[in-house]
């Protein structure tokens, strides 16, 4: 089995094991990049001169006793909107074509004090702004299982180079399903943490109120590894928080969920749900039945404001987050400016793809004078009715089951051609965001074009422990994580 094949656990006990090296596994994911990436394109920026560096420190680590990471030795991708020092950082868009981060997120330093890798930056939508990673100013990033369909977004690069087995793990990011989508298209696994359990100190915003980084993996033994590692309070993030603990081999060694109450949303799966998607997602329901768990349908209607909260308080986020980017402090600026408003104007018009602009524009709308109160202000309202359903949910169940996606991944093209349908294909997941919840997502099937499905398991707030667990059992019965595409 070669490097890039095995599990993100594997490599890191070959790794202790002295079986294999740091650089040994930068060097077969390099070469994995340089025979694949092409057909796939989920790398924005892989400079392999850095990796093997990185992977050297990380290998003096190891060798020194100071590395007691599970995943000490392992390169993991890093989805562009998360600064790494010294490397380009540019959220796939042209503004920041050539910015090169002083600093290292959190995130990143806490991979390298582990003995971890970062080891390239990896394709997404423009500033997390889609859901296809077809907005990219990199071009579209193409789903491993059919080069004709997308991979889901804005994580669509993390996902993708994970399936394409171009990386062995990936970080990616969340604002709406921007994890859980991708991982759903590519049959991967994917989590969302609980907003606050990993600190967003360095990671670029889109909207501050629902971004989360989270881990990109084979398997849930690899995503919950690398989530012990990047979770915990940061004195950098005021947002952030410590959850609640839990060790690998708790993980690992969960193989029923006896006793555990599960709760389906009946309105996941009304008009709109493709019929394979759903009956797949019941399947794995049944299947979490003959594990232990009680398993019940139970309404929530207001799943149907969860689309239109969800763009005005991201969009309104969105606009104030973005003003930074002027052409003026880093980034790309306009040769054809003469003056200072020329050089706002013409750099964020050359400088931003369309989808961002449109949701700047939208966000410039909804919090202009007379408009605040009657969109704003209303999201922000049914933003609290959203919490207030879920909390209702989680006094009688455990966790919560539903599909993550409406269909399985769309051909290239018909997300930009009809933007929203493209933004009704996150009906399922945008309300974790708003809830600020954790949600588990992973493979339970294919559709009749071969293409992935996935379900997604949803938590209380810092309560990753348990849908870890049951996303494990899940799979210690099943073998649809271990299906692997055709690779070019």
């Known amino acids: 089995m070669e490097i890039y094949e095995m599990t993100a656990l594997e490599v890191a006990e070959k790794i202790r094991n002295k079986e294999i090296t740091a650089m040994d596994a930068v060097e077969a994911v390099s070469e994995a990049i340089e025979s694949r ?28 006793g100071k590395a007691a990471s599970p995943l000490a030795g392992v390169p993991v991708a890093i989805k562009d909107n998360i600064c790494t020092k010294g490397d380009i950082t540019s959220c796939a868009s ?40 077809e907005t990219s ?66 990671l670029i915003a889109y909207a ?14 690899d995503v919950a590894a690398m989530f012990s590692v990047i979770s915990g309070k940061d004195d950098k993030d005021g947002t952030s928080m410590n959850g609640t603990p839990f060790t690998l081999d708790e993980i690992i060694n969960s193989k029923d969920i006896k006793g555990k109450k599960i709760g389906i949303p009946s309105d996941y799966f009304g008009s709109g749900i493709d019929a394979e998607v759903a009956k797949s997602v019941m399947a794995a329901a049944e299947t979490l039945k003959s594990l232990g768990a009680e398993v019940e349908e139970f309404s929530m209607p207001i799943v149907e404001y969860a689309i239109p909260a969800y763009y005005i308080i991201a969009c309104a986020e969105a606009c104030s987050n973005l003003s930074r980017f002027d052409g003026i402090k880093y980034g790309y600026k306009s040769s054809e400016a003469d003056n200072l408003r020329d050089v706002y104007f013409k750099s964020r018009s050359e400088g931003f793809g369309m989808e961002v602009k449109k949701r700047i524009m939208l966000g ?22 959203i919490v207030k359903a879920f ?44 809830a600020g919840l954790p949600s588990l997502a992973l493979p339970c099937g294919f559709d009749s074009s071969s293409m992935p499905i996935g379900m997604q398991l949803i938590g209380r707030p810092f309560d990753e422990k348990t849908i870890l667990s049951a996303g494990n059992a899940y799979q210690s019965v099943t073998e649809w994580h271990k299906q692997k595409p055709n690779l070019v």
Not at 119 to 131: I, L, P, Q, W, Y
Not at 143 to 151: H, I, L, S
Not at 209 to 220: E, F, M, R, T, Y
């Open 137 to 202: 100013f990199y071009g579209a990033t193409k789903n491993p299982w059919n080069t004709q369909r997308v991979p889901g977004g804005s994580s669509g690069g993390a996902a993708a180079a994970v399936a394409a087995e171009e990386s062995i793990i990936a970080l990616g990011s969340d604002t709406g399903g921007s994890i859980r989508q991708p991982c759903s298209f590519c049959g991967v696994t994917g989590l969302k943490p609980t907003y606050g359990a990993v600190s967003r100190y360095g």
């Open 391 to 434: 909390n209702e949910a989680f006094e009688k169940y455990d966790f919560l089951l539903g599909p993550v996606a409406p269909t399985t991944a769309l051909k290239i093209g018909e997300g930009l051609s009809d933007p929203l349908a493209m933004y009704l294909g996150d009906i399922y997941t945008v309300m974790i965001n708003i």
């Open 364 to 385: 410039n709308f909804v919090l202009s004078s007379g408009y605040f109160d009657a969109y704003y202000m209303k999201a922000l309202k049914a933003k609290g009715l």
């Open 37 to 64: 990436d092409k057909t796939y394109n989920c790398y924005t920026h892989f400079d392999k001169e850095l990796a093997f560096e990185k992977a050297q420190a990380a290998q003096q680590l190891i060798d020194s």
């Open 94 to 133: 042209k503004i920041l074509y050539n910015f090169k981060p002083p600093y290292n997120a959190t995130v990143i330093q806490k991979l390298e004090t582990a003995g971890v890798v970062p080891c390239g930056k990896v394709n997404m939508d423009e500033f997390a702004m889609g859901s296809t990673t």
């Open 208 to 221: 501050s109120s629902l971004d989360q980084i989270g881990p990109i993996g084979k398997n849930v033994p």
